[in-house]
Structures are given as C-alpha cells and as structure tokens.
C-alpha cells in the first residue's frame, strides 16, 4: 500500500489485490451495519408470543422490531 492511507486491500486470502478508498470502506461498513439491524428487527418479529399475554407480547414484539429499525435513522 505503499504510504497511501486513504487506501485499503482486501486480505490476502481474495484472489485479486481490489482497493478500496475510505468512503467505499464506510459505504460498505454502512450496509453491513443495516443488514444486521434488519436481521435483527426481523427476529423479533418472528418472535411466537405464548401465554395469556398473547396480544401484549405481540405488540412489544413489534415495538422491539420498530425500535431496532429506527436507530438507524438517528
């Protein structure tokens, strides 16, 4: 990398020596960020409410969903 500190290498186990500048690096650590908080929106709606508190535990469940989702809009 030869001094170049707004350029990063994929490790050396990728066949290909692709670079990457800083905003790609960001981009691409963005996406990764909103795809785990979707997952893991996603579970709690997935999330089987039991019990006599049905409805309560549906709709907290849903809040718990909404609530991941919206710290990416902070």
Do not use: W
Request: proline share 4%.
């Amino acid at each position: 990398m030869s001094g170049d500190h707004n350029m990063y290498q994929k490790p050396r186990s990728y066949d290909d020596d692709t670079q990457y500048n800083e905003a790609q690096v960001q981009a691409m650590i963005r996406k990764a960020v909103r795809d785990e908080r979707e997952a893991c929106a996603q579970i709690c709606e997935e999330l089987k409410p039991f019990g006599p508190h049905f409805y309560i535990q549906k709709a907290t469940a849903q809040d718990c969903a909404a609530a991941i989702r919206a710290r990416g809009e902070k």
